[in-house]
């Protein structure tokens, strides 16, 4: 197929570099799509200075400092098409649990002199600052949906992501519910899929790590958590670790405390 | 009838000692077939491959509510002294993802190459009698409208039924109520019912009767008949739950402005669940799944569900935008347009979807709510 190769970016803001090293765990794959896409700027892998612009730009971490602003501004005029990978490019991540307290008491928390730090009051998803074309949910994402969205791309056709819950998941995988045979708190019903059920197939409750699925009726499901004993300051957890920017999250953690 | 004298004939039931089922078990492999049954893992009675007489959760058993499952042990070392857990035999004649067929592009044209990869010949041990009915159910989906599913048709023709009479039922079980159960009364080849030291076998076809040929049995005598019928009588008598089906579709297309149709979506998570573990459920959604160095794509079909809210989506928007509709789409469609569409309620009373229910939303419950009735 006459497809022109496209230029693929890899962009990092505020993050632990996790979704990025899910990109280079795809050694085998990325190896088909090699002389598909020329991957033109992604620091973690190469050390080509950043020039020009960009077909398709992975866009990982959230916005938490000044400066990231200007450059995910920058990133956005040499993109056309801009995909935000993980929770914390799309919901803030692990390090939106700031936005829940002050931001002085969060500096005083972690720095002993903290006259340097330059931060954003708090930590924010791409989308808050640019237009977004696609987003990946996830910490981190996964390899093979990311792989997927690139090869839908490749053949011109608009990428699916689907946004239904972890259950139905688990069952295509024949997963025994945790919750209903074990009596665990799991976030799966009202967390978005994307994982393949990652935690319920190690007998684990979800984390919610893929935020909220479509719809989620997260009331419901909170008070099966209390039903079943999960103490009132876990459940605010469960619904505020990765997703601090999710309307329905944070107002049903803000319910438990 | 002494059985080393040749096959037993169709029609006849005899009584074998309970360690020769592990005699029946190791011909079925002999012959070439995938033995699944109850086996216990993680937490919970699931089906897969049964090996061996031992890979049976003998001396286990289920306790279920509403939203609710554990295992407990038996005082005895009863081989099928439980109910139904969270799978059916769906999983094995509709497998939750197939890939129905590959397409591979080349310069000016493109192959299409459906896929026929083999599929086993699975012998199903321990089915219930509203898991018949189910398979029962799927058959007139997949196989007796205008189109034949040829998936569905290859391992459905291949399977052998062994069935097991209910000896006990869940307090989710309401089988009895919808005319479909304790007592397996067809679609199967040989059928069990636990006795002490025994198992009584039902002949029902030559497949099962060539499964029997020089296993050691010997004809059942009246008291063994009569036992068999009380312990299936029994369970019929301890269910607790039922579903009053009399004129319900009626009374369901009458009531689709109920109020209670709003309570139930307060508690829906509409997660799936019910219709994932529903053995009639049948819905699905196919994807282009195209390789990655652009040579070729392919076609798969995964389960999917009305209470996926991508699954009515179309041009225009999703024709079930909240949870509300899209339970009144389930419970209206397993209850009453089934009837319509396959001559059958949609519903074999197992009680999955009341266990399953991470919430324990009760199918039975909401349906006597729509009636008015007192719970």
């Given at each position: 197929?006459?497809?022109p190769?496209?230029?693929?970016g ?9 979704c ?14 090699a ?46 098409f801009?995909?935000?990978i ?20 969060s500096?005083?928390?972690?720095y ?32 093979y949906q990311?792989?997927?969205v690139i ?8 990428p ?7 259950c ?8 025994v ?11 799966g ?5 994307g ?26 499901l ?17 619904f ?15 319910r438990?405390? | ?14 009584v074998?000692?309970k ?16 033995v699944?049954?109850?086996?216990l ?23 279920q ?8 042990r038996r ?9 139904v ?11 939750p ?6 397409i591979?592009f080349?310069a ?14 699975y ?13 029962e159910?799927q058959?007139?989906?997949f ?5 034949v599913?040829r ?9 052998l ?17 919808m ?29 099962g ?16 008949l ?16 039922s579903?009053?089906?009399n ?43 195209p ?6 794509s ?13 699954h009515?989506h ?7 935008p909240?949870?509300r509709?899209?339970y ?17 309620s ?21 349906a006597?709510?729509i ?5």
């Amino acid at each position: 197929m006459n497809v022109p190769r496209p230029r693929l970016g890899v962009f990092k803001f505020a993050s632990c570099d996790g979704c990025q090293l899910s990109i280079l765990d795809c050694e085998d794959e990325i190896l088909a799509v090699a002389d598909r896409v020329e991957i033109a700027y992604f620091l973690e892998a190469t050390r080509r200075p950043l020039e020009g612009g960009f077909d398709v730009s992975l866009v990982e971490g959230s916005i938490s400092s000044p400066e990231q602003i200007d450059q995910i501004k920058d990133v956005r005029e040499r993109s056309k098409f801009i995909v935000a990978i993980g929770a914390c490019a799309n919901g803030g991540g692990i390090q939106g649990l700031r936005n829940f307290i002050s931001i002085e008491e969060s500096i005083a928390a972690v720095y002993a002199n903290p006259s340097y730090v330059k931060t954003l009051e708090k930590s924010r998803p791409i989308a808050d600052f640019i237009t977004v074309d696609l987003e990946l949910q996830g910490c981190p994402i996964n390899k093979y949906q990311l792989l997927n969205v690139i090869a839908q791309m490749l053949v011109g056709a608009k990428p699916r992501v689907p946004d239904h819950a972890v259950c139905l998941d688990c069952k295509r995988r024949n997963i025994v519910c945790v919750v209903v045979s074990q009596g665990k708190a799991c976030m799966g019903p009202v967390t978005s899929t994307g994982c393949e059920a990652l935690c319920p197939a190690h007998d684990r409750g979800c984390f919610a790590c893929y935020g909220p699925s479509h719809q989620p009726n997260t009331a419901a499901l909170a008070s099966r958590f209390e039903s079943i004993g999960v103490p009132s300051d876990q459940i605010r957890r469960f619904f505020h670790a990765f997703y601090s920017t999710s309307q329905e999250f944070v107002a049903e953690g803000l319910r438990h405390v | 009838m002494n059985s080393s004298a040749g096959i037993a004939p169709t029609g006849e039931t005899v009584v074998i000692e309970k360690p020769v089922l592990g005699a029946i078990i190791d011909r079925l492999w002999r012959d070439g077939y995938t033995v699944v049954g109850p086996t216990l893992a993680e937490s919970a009675i699931v089906i897969d491959q049964v090996r061996a007489i031992d890979d049976l959760p003998i001396g286990w058993t289920d306790e279920q509510e509403a939203g609710m499952y554990r295992l407990r042990r038996r005082e005895d070392r009863a081989y099928f002294g439980y109910a139904v857990g969270p799978h059916s035999w769906k999983q094995y004649l509709f497998p939750p993802k197939t890939t129905l067929y590959s397409i591979e592009f080349h310069a000016d044209a493109m192959t299409v190459k459906p896929n026929v990869d083999p599929v086993p010949s699975y012998a199903f041990l321990g089915v219930r009698s509203c898991d018949l009915h189910a398979i029962e159910i799927q058959d007139r989906v997949f196989l007796h409208g205008p189109y034949v599913d040829r998936h569905y048709q290859a391992r459905r023709e291949k399977a052998l039924i062994i069935a097991v009479h209910c000896a006990v039922a869940a307090s989710t079980c309401f089988c009895a109520s919808m005319g479909t159960g304790p007592r397996s009364v067809r679609g199967f080849d040989l059928a069990l019912t636990e006795l002490e030291g025994e198992f009584l076998v039902e002949i029902a076809t030559p497949r099962g009767a060539a499964i029997c040929d020089g296993i050691p049995s010997r004809a059942a005598t009246g008291y063994e008949l009569g036992a068999a019928a009380r312990i299936v009588d029994k369970t019929r008598d301890s269910m607790k739950r039922s579903l009053n089906t009399n004129g319900l579709p009626d009374l369901l297309y009458q009531n689709l402005e109920h109020p209670r149709w709003d309570q139930v979506a307060e508690r829906c998570l509409s997660c799936t669940n019910c219709t994932m573990v529903c053995p009639t459920c049948f819905c699905h959604a196919l994807e282009d799944v195209p390789a990655l160095d652009g040579a070729s794509s392919e076609k798969i079909r995964q389960w999917d569900s009305c209470f996926n809210p991508d699954h009515a989506h179309m041009a225009g928007g999703n024709n079930r935008p909240d949870i509300r509709s899209r339970y009144r789409q389930w419970l209206t469609h397993k209850l009453a347009s089934w009837v319509d569409q396959y001559g059958v309620s949609g519903c074999v009373g197992c009680g999955r979807c009341v266990t399953w229910c991470p919430v324990g939303i009760d199918i039975t419950e909401e349906a006597a709510a729509i009636r008015g009735d007192q719970q």
